[in-house]
């Protein structure tokens, strides 16, 4: 068990809907991390957050928004959903913002999104 | 921004036998963290291993060890005494030692293991 809960695991839904993934890190975690998993693929980065604050952007589709609360969890929101948004999506949390230190990513067991 | 490779998308393995996962990256730092995730058919992302880009010394988790070349930029993951729980997707990573803590993960090599 990494610490990082994520709901729901599996969620299905149809093209055009909106869905919200959300996250919680382990505790004393401040940067949290969300990435995409499409099937056989490797990991797509989305975007990070740090202490509520935004602190890096990947690939994230603009359909996709993310953002981290006062209690350090975070949710990840899709909309306009698309056939091809079907993946795996993980949140990933550290201590900080590395530096000195391993800060290793513990990542959550994902949550498995099947667009239909 | 920096780059990992993983030249191998697919490895076998008899069980019991030794098995070496390549992974290089490139950089132009000094000061850096590498990581080896394994990723089993739950999906799950597990660390496996780290290594400290300013340490001499190859890390070493178990039956899983790392051979670092600094220089070459070069962190293979050997893996002894394969067993049929190590099949899983392998990921090497890495994140530079300056603020931010961006990770940067390779494509990943799908390691079976035969028994």
């Known amino acids: 068990d990494s610490g990082v809960t994520q709901t729901p695991k599996h969620l299905i839904t149809a093209t055009g809907q909106r869905v919200t993934l959300r996250c919680s890190p382990r505790s004393g975690d401040l940067s949290v991390y969300w990435y995409q998993q499409s099937l056989d693929q490797g990991l797509q980065f989305l975007i990070q957050?740090?202490?509520?604050?935004?602190?890096a952007k990947g690939n994230i589709l603009e359909r996709f928004s993310a953002q981290q609360f006062p209690d350090l969890h975070s949710e990840l929101n899709l909309s306009s959903l698309e056939l091809g948004d079907s993946a795996l999506y993980f949140c990933a949390s550290s201590v900080g913002l590395g530096g000195r230190g391993p800060g290793e990513l513990f990542f959550g067991e994902g949550s498995r999104l099947t667009v239909l | 921004a920096q780059t990992v490779t993983q030249s191998q998308p697919e490895m076998s393995v008899q069980e019991a036998e030794t098995v070496t996962l390549s992974c290089t990256y490139d950089?132009?730092?000094?000061?850096?963290?590498l990581f080896w995730y394994k990723q089993p058919p739950s999906r799950q992302m597990i660390l496996v291993i780290r290594?400290?880009?300013?340490?001499?010394q190859n890390a070493t988790e178990n039956r899983f060890s790392v051979n670092f070349q600094k220089a070459a930029k070069s962190f293979s993951l050997k893996i002894s005494d394969s067993q049929l729980g190590d099949a899983a997707m392998y990921f090497c990573a890495y994140r530079s030692a300056k603020g931010g803590n961006q990770f940067y993960f390779g494509t990943g090599t799908s390691l079976t293991v035969i028994p």
């Open positions: 290594q400290e880009a300013y340490k001499q």
């Open positions: 950089t132009s730092e000094s000061d850096y963290y």
């Open positions: 957050y740090y202490n509520g604050e935004e602190r």
